[in-house]
């Protein structure tokens, strides 16, 4: 069966460390693969968006890697600061539709 | 701009009772979906949208109803709540109407309790 695995402990982290978030995922052949970002009480905000033909993708602080001989894609936070602290969701393309794992909660502690 | 609006934030409604998620959104979105949200189930995809007239059914469609009049709005009707209804609920558009979503504008959510 289809599956899409983030970690669900929350990652904790030293202010300026860099953070490393994955997704792993099965029976998938998604020709994208996105992050979203969120905040308690507050829906989904969109980060990146990542193709299969690209290896890496970056924004900012913000790094995301995709292998899809590894089926898993990682992301990055550089420099990390409290503000970072949240969900981290990713989320595979299918046809019309985009599936998304149960997240990953990060917090940076000053 | 106010991108994705859900009314309302926040309903408690008794089992059996029906009522209707109201989302709009002003960004001329072709593709319109809804996601429940649950502690350690993540997002789940309910109904969704290419475009007005279009509607399909999610991983989760049982006890919902959706329809597409306008490319503005998109309401989830619940027929007869159940307590396993009780969520939190958003919508999101997309500009792409066509075979990948793209990237996706959430709403801030609803929060059901179904007593």
């Known amino acids: 069966s289809q599956k899409i695995e983030q970690n669900s402990e929350a990652l904790n982290i030293q202010e300026g460390k860099t953070a490393t978030l994955t997704c792993n995922y099965t029976?998938?052949?998604?020709?994208?693969l996105q992050w979203y970002r969120q905040d308690p009480g507050r829906g989904p905000v969109f980060l990146l968006l990542?193709?299969?033909?690209?290896k890496e993708k970056r924004k900012e602080r913000l790094k995301v890697t995709f292998d899809t001989t590894l089926n898993q894609s990682l992301f990055h936070i550089t420099a990390s600061q409290p503000a970072d602290s949240a969900t981290y969701l990713c989320?595979?393309?299918?046809?019309?539709?985009?599936?998304f794992g149960t997240g990953t909660r990060l917090l940076v502690s000053p | 701009n106010a991108g994705v609006t859900q009314t309302p934030k926040f309903q408690v409604l008794k089992t059996g009772q029906s009522m209707t998620l109201q989302c709009a959104q002003d960004m001329n979105h072709e593709y319109m979906s809804w996601y429940r949200q649950d502690p350690g189930m993540g997002l789940r995809l309910i109904h969704y949208s290419v475009g007005a007239g279009i509607t399909d059914q999610g991983e989760v469609p049982n006890g919902y109803n959706v329809s597409r009049s306008t490319t503005e709005d998109f309401p989830l009707r619940l027929l007869s709540a159940a307590p396993s209804q009780t969520s939190v609920y958003f919508c999101?558009?997309?500009?792409?109407?066509?075979?990948?979503?793209?990237?996706?504008?959430f709403g801030e959510g609803s929060r059901l309790t179904v007593l």
């Open positions: 990542i193709r299969e033909n690209e």
């Open positions: 999101a558009s997309s500009r792409t109407g066509g075979g990948n979503t793209g990237e996706l504008f």
């Open positions: 029976n998938y052949s998604p020709a994208y």
């Open positions: 989320a595979l393309e299918g046809f019309q539709k985009l599936v």
